[in-house]
Each structure stands twice: as C-alpha cells, then as structure tokens.
C-alpha cells in the first residue's frame, strides 16, 4: 500500500513538472501567490485561458485585506509571428489603469514559476517617479480530495504602507 | 614613480568601474548596434536623453538599407516610486506604433550592453500571430562604423518593425495580404502567412477567360513562386514568377514563365 501510495505521488509529480515545461498560454493559467509574502505590490495573479487568449485578475497588498485591481485581458505573444498562440505562448502582457496610473504587468514562465516585470507609470503629473518592480510567483495548488487546502502560503496582511500598493479602478483594453 | 603610476591606473579602473555600474537615464544615451549582424529585427538604436526623459531612434533590418522606425519619446522607469528617474532609471519602454501593430521595447542595461525585449501586437485582425523578441545591444565607439547598410536575408518572417517603407528598400513589416489589381486587368486576392504568399487570381469573377493560383516564398524584398491556372477559366498554363516588393502596395514582376500576363500589381 505505501510502495503504491509513492508510485502514485511520483507519478503526480512527474506529471506536474511534466505540464510547467510546456510552452503554451495554459501554462499561465491558474492561481499564483507572490512567493515574497512581504511584499508590498502585487500578492496574487489568478489566470484564465480559454483559446489563445487570456484573462489577468490581480490583487495588490492593501490593508486589511488585498486590493482586487480587477481582470484585464492578457495579450499573448509567441515566439515568432508564424507560431501557434495558445501551443507556443511565451509572454503575456497585462494594463491595468488607476486614473491617475498605468501599470503594464510583463508575465513569463521562469521554470514552474512565473516572473512578472510591472510598469507604473504616472499619469496625474505629480511628480511621483515612474517605477519598475519584478516579482515570482509559484503556482497555488488545491486538494480538493483532502479539504480545502492550498499548497501556497496565505499572505499576512500588512499595513499600507507603500505608495505602489494602487487600488485599480478601471481595466484598460490594450 | 611607477607606484603612483599604478595607483593612478587603479583609481580610474575603480572610477570607470563605479561609471558602469551607476543607474541612470544617461547610461542608456548613445548609439547601439546590434550584436547579432545577421539579425531580421532590429539592428540599432539610438537613444538620447536630457533630463529624466528620453527619445529612442530605431532600425529594422530592410533590404537594401536598414528601414527608420523614426523617434518615439521613451518612458524611463526608477527601481521604486521615490526614486529620482533621471538618476537611477534601469528601464526605457518605447512603443512604436506601424498603424497595424505596436511595438513594445523593453530595455535595461545589461552590463555595458542593453537587453532590449520586442513585443509585436498586430491591430489588424490579420490572423498574425503577436510575437516577442530579445536583443542584445552593444554600444557603438564614437565615430565608429554603424552597421546599417544592407543585410543579406536580412528579413524575419512577419516582418521586423513598424513605421512606413523607405523607397527603394523594403517596407518595415510585409503586409501583402489584401485584395490587389494588376496591369493584367485582373483582381488578386493575396494572403500572406510569415514568409508564404498565396493568391487566387482572376480576369472576371463571372465568366474569367484566366483564372490562377501562387505559392510563393518572401526572401530579402522578392517573391519567389510557382503559379497555375486552374479551371474556373479556360486558359490552362502554368510556371514561374520572382516579384519584387516595391512596397506594401505595389509587386512587380522580376521575370515570368509560362506566358503570365500581368507584371505590376498594386493596392
């Protein structure tokens, strides 16, 4: 029974790290938890594909609970002009808009992570520093069988303190 | 005296050191060329700043002269928000756009080279797949030899760049899919997939006289293809055609076989 019990776990694991190393858009799709649980920018990207395209939520740290910055439709890119989107998908590209700021988050596959480039630039003239922030973020996995728990940390809440941490009010069709 | 001499040597190796490594808009200032000589997509850039901001002047590889992106303002960003940009920028995004795409480059320093990420989004529902490439950059010596000039091959499939088409070279992107007239008082209707052409041609939708299909392959700012009539009209040859891309609205026909009729197209 154990030696079956390993076979099978040996198994889900070869088949997990067996689907992160395909390039394709569903690799991006699902629930991802900032590995930095300090952060004060983005804490969670839920991904939905469907096709050769793709939906982006975020969530930004905010005190008591997360900002919801709200879905955005994620451009894919692929590797070269000829290839298929949603088998080939390398990038994808997401603008989320305060009023008063845009953000362009860059998303890649790093590994069974995903690295995410974000890009906030003021709009309001305040004078504020447009400003660049990477983050990792590691796949939030469910078992459902057991209850539900989630693989991922669950993120403290912290205190606002940062002025990155923007409550987004309106997605932005890029 | 060689004791000063070395500690001298050794004060503007550290002082160079420290240059190189600092972050700010200006150590993106300059001209850059490409690294890789062969490349289809962008050969150089040239970035001028003033201040916190900056202007990036860019070329794509065009046959037989790199082709002029022209010159976008750029958006310098700082590693946090209460950061001085002009002092500690470790990003540029320039976005260029062709009318039927845009283009985002990312750039960041990468040592004493840029890294410079290209995503390609088309606007013009052509079907083309949006694509992203990576560059690297290498910074030109004052008066040194810009690469420009004419790149055999040079050309990646889907084209390089937006911005418009320089005469005499070939456009920026191909976009040759579309519904075309040729001297030959026909209508081609043209679909173009990365470096493959194809079309269906004929003299009169109702009763054509002539009728015919192409395969065709885009290499450098020609066409080279094979053609057939087919039976919708009743002349039955078939052979060779080399065009040349004189723009993304006009074909010309280099040399024909098997009695083609039609020698310039346009749109």
């Known amino acids: 029974m154990k030696n079956l019990l390993s076979l099978a776990a040996a198994c889900l694991l070869l088949l997990m790290s067996l689907s992160t190393c395909t390039a394709s858009l569903s690799q991006f799709a699902g629930d991802w938890n900032n590995v930095d649980t300090n952060t004060g920018g983005i804490t969670k990207l839920s991904i939905a594909?469907?096709?050769?395209?793709?939906?982006?939520?975020?969530?930004?740290?905010?005190?008591?609970?997360?900002c919801d910055w709200g879905t955005s439709p994620g451009v894919a890119f692929a590797p070269d002009v000829s290839s298929d989107l949603a088998g080939?998908?390398?990038?994808?590209?997401a603008v989320y808009n305060t009023g008063f700021s845009e953000t362009t988050l860059f998303i890649k596959p790093q590994g069974n992570r995903l690295?995410?480039?974000?890009?906030?630039?003021?709009?309001?003239?305040?004078?504020?520093?447009?400003?660049?922030?990477?983050?990792?973020?590691?796949?939030?996995?469910?078992?459902?069988?057991?209850?539900?728990?989630?693989?991922?940390?669950?993120k403290p809440l912290k205190q606002f303190d940062k002025l990155e941490i923007l409550p987004i009010r309106k997605v932005v069709e890029y | 005296m060689r004791l000063v001499y070395s500690c001298l040597a050794a004060v503007l190796l550290l002082l160079l050191t420290a240059t190189g490594g600092l972050a700010s808009v200006n150590?993106?200032?300059?001209?850059?060329?490409?690294?890789?000589?062969?490349?289809?997509?962008?050969?150089?850039?040239?970035?001028?700043?003033?201040?916190?901001?900056?202007?990036?002047?860019?070329?794509g590889s065009c046959h037989p002269t790199d082709c002029d992106w022209g010159t976008v303002q750029a958006q310098a960003f700082a590693p946090d928000v209460s950061t001085d940009v002009a002092s500690s920028a470790d990003t540029l995004i320039a976005i260029y756009d062709s009318g039927f795409s845009k283009t985002t480059l990312v750039i960041k320093p990468a040592g004493n080279r840029l890294s410079v990420d290209a995503y390609d989004r088309f606007t013009d529902n052509s079907g083309r797949s949006n694509y992203m490439s990576s560059y690297t950059f290498q910074k030109q010596a004052p008066g040194g030899i810009s690469p420009g000039g004419a790149i055999p091959g040079g050309m990646s499939p889907g084209g390089m760049s937006p911005g418009g088409t320089i005469p005499g070279s070939t456009p920026a992107i191909i976009d040759l899919t579309g519904v075309w007239n040729c001297d030959d008082g026909g209508m081609y209707y043209v679909r173009q997939l990365g470096t493959t052409v194809w079309w269906y041609g004929e003299h009169d939708p109702n009763a054509p006289?002539?009728?015919?299909?192409?395969?065709?392959?885009?290499s450098g700012n020609t066409i080279n293809a094979d053609w057939t009539d087919v039976p919708k009209g009743s002349i039955m040859q078939y052979g060779n055609l080399v065009l040349q891309i004189a723009s993304n609205n006009k074909l010309v026909a280099l040399s024909k076989t098997g009695g083609f009729g039609g020698s310039v197209w346009t749109r």
């Not at chain 1, 459902?144 to 693989?151: A, D, F």
Request: glycine share 8%.
């Open chain 1, 88 to 93: 080939q998908a390398v990038a994808l590209m």
């Open chain 2, 209 to 218: 006289d002539w009728s015919n299909v192409m395969r065709g392959t885009i």
């Open chain 2, 27 to 59: 150590q993106f200032a300059g001209t850059w060329n490409n690294v890789d000589p062969n490349t289809g997509g962008i050969t150089k850039l040239e970035i001028a700043t003033m201040g916190a901001s900056a202007k990036v002047h860019a070329w």
């Open chain 1, 115 to 154: 690295s995410v480039q974000s890009y906030t630039r003021f709009t309001d003239n305040s004078g504020r520093s447009n400003y660049a922030s990477s983050y990792v973020f590691q796949k939030s996995y469910s078992l459902s069988v057991v209850g539900p728990i989630t693989l991922a940390e669950t």
């Open chain 1, 49 to 66: 594909v469907s096709g050769d395209s793709a939906n982006v939520h975020a969530w930004g740290k905010c005190h008591p609970t997360d």
